[in-house]
């Protein structure tokens, strides 16, 4: 199935490459669910560039956020990978929402949200309680910069509570988890075709 559409996973892990990651192991599985429905995509480990603290598009000195701008406002789906630490979303994850927030404002050549049209999914790992609330951080911002969310637009594995497993040391994934992120997938490259089809209509004159 080839539908053009592509896809972009930053990874927020703490973990740099090549270190195994829980996060990039369920970001990787739902890349490869967008596969499956024609989405071409790869993911960038956000821990691995030097992206500056801010909230503009560009803080300069070798910041390396303009180039992953531009991956994302080339792709038709952004996924967010984030691990659970200390009960909240990672403070890789809570960087790349800063640093969108410099789109707030900004507007394609038809009046449109330079990030409108554009859909957004979550992927959320962690040994302790916290994926709902990170989950919902993440939909928040996703949608405040234009992003849209699909129904059910967000996968997650929780391990159990003061315990030592991670997601990637599992004989196998649960199949709650598979199916989850296989739904998700499925919605996003569903809306994301709708949404090329049918763009929003601009809101300015």
């Known amino acids: ?3 053009g559409l592509t896809a972009l996973a930053l990874v927020c892990t703490l973990t740099p490459s090549p270190k195994p990651s ?3 192991l369920l970001a990787d599985q739902l890349l490869e669910e967008l596969a499956a429905w024609g989405v071409q995509g790869d993911s960038i480990r956000t821990v691995d560039l030097d992206i500056r603290a801010g909230v503009t598009a560009d803080e300069g000195d070798g910041d390396q956020w303009p180039g992953v701008r531009t991956r994302i406002i080339d792709a038709d789906i952004l996924v967010v990978a984030a691990p659970i630490w200390m009960g909240h979303l990672s403070s890789e994850g809570q960087r790349v929402l ?5 789109e707030l404002g900004v507007y394609d050549d038809e009046g449109r949200a330079i990030l409108a049209g554009k ?3 979550t992927a959320i790992v962690g040994n302790e309680d916290g994926a709902h609330h990170a989950t919902a951080e993440l939909y928040q911002g996703l949608n ?5 969310i699909p129904s059910q637009g967000g996968t997650y594995w929780v391990g159990e509570a003061m315990q030592s497993v991670d997601f990637r040391d ?3 994934v649960p199949e709650a988890v598979a199916s989850t992120t296989a739904l998700v997938a499925a919605n996003a490259a569903h809306l994301a075709s709708v949404l090329r089809e049918h763009p929003y209509k601009p809101s300015r004159a």
């Open 144 to 148: 405040d910069v234009g992003f849209t």
């Open 22 to 24: 829980s996060t990039q």
């Open 1 to 3: 199935m080839q539908t």
């Open 98 to 102: 800063e640093r969108l927030d410099a």
């Open 119 to 121: 859909v957004a999914v």
């Open 170 to 172: 599992l004989d196998e």
